[in-house]
Each structure stands twice: as structure tokens, then as C-alpha cells.
């Protein structure tokens, strides 16, 4: 297996973008190409992030990696509030997604404080 593949945040992520590229699925035909596509993209930008991250040899281009990717993170928590906002999702599917958001979030944000720690 590759590095990346053993870290919680990689393994949360990959598993958050699948789960979301299948909820797009279900938003209006209009929004396919706007907004569905764009949370698509942003969710795929944090496990790719992540892989790249652990796919350098120094610290800090791994740091730099990890902030793009808890930045896309980020991204996606917006693209699910507007979701909701237009009524795509229901309440209660966002809340959902907004707590696994943060369950990836939290041991990304710990790679990147080890990250930090290592980077001069």
C-alpha cells in the first residue's frame, strides 16, 4: 500500500469524497455542471492533496500539501451549506456531512501541526 493510505484524515477523505461524488448525483440537472461539479472537485482535492503531500520528501512542500487540502475541506463545507440553502440536501443530510467534515478535519489538522513542527 502506499503511505498515505494508512493516515485517518487520508482514509476519512477518500471516503467523505465517494460518499458526496454519489450525493451530487442527486442534485437538479441545472446544477450538475455548477454546483454539484464544483463540490465534486473540492472534495476530490483533499484526498489528492493529502496522497501528494505524503508523496514529497520534505516537510514543508508536505505542509503545503496538507493546508490545500484542509483548505478544499473547507470548500466543500460551503458547497453542502449552499446546497442546503437552494434545497438540494436536507437538514438532516447536511448535518451528517458536516460532522464528518470534522472528523476529517481533526486529524488533518494534527498532520499538519506534526508538519509544522518538523518544517524549519
Known amino acids: 500500500t502506499l503511505p498515505h493510505h494508512s493516515l485517518i484524515a487520508w482514509q ?52 503545503q500539501f496538507l493546508q490545500v487540502a484542509h483548505g478544499s475541506l473547507a470548500e466543500v463545507g460551503y458547497c453542502l451549506h449552499a446546497a442546503k440553502r437552494l434545497g438540494y440536501i436536507e437538514d438532516s443530510v447536511y448535518l451528517k456531512f458536516e460532522l464528518r467534515i470534522r472528523r476529517t478535519s481533526a486529524p488533518l489538522r494534527g498532520l499538519m501541526k506534526s508538519m509544522g513542527r518538523e518544517h524549519p
Open 12 to 63: 476519512r477523505a477518500d471516503d467523505l469524497f465517494i460518499d458526496l461524488h454519489i450525493l451530487s448525483r442527486t442534485f437538479p440537472p441545472l446544477e450538475r455542471f455548477e454546483l454539484a461539479s464544483q463540490l465534486r472537485r473540492s472534495a476530490f482535492s483533499v484526498p489528492a492533496n493529502i496522497a501528494e503531500g505524503f508523496g514529497r520528501h520534505k516537510a514543508g512542500e508536505k505542509l
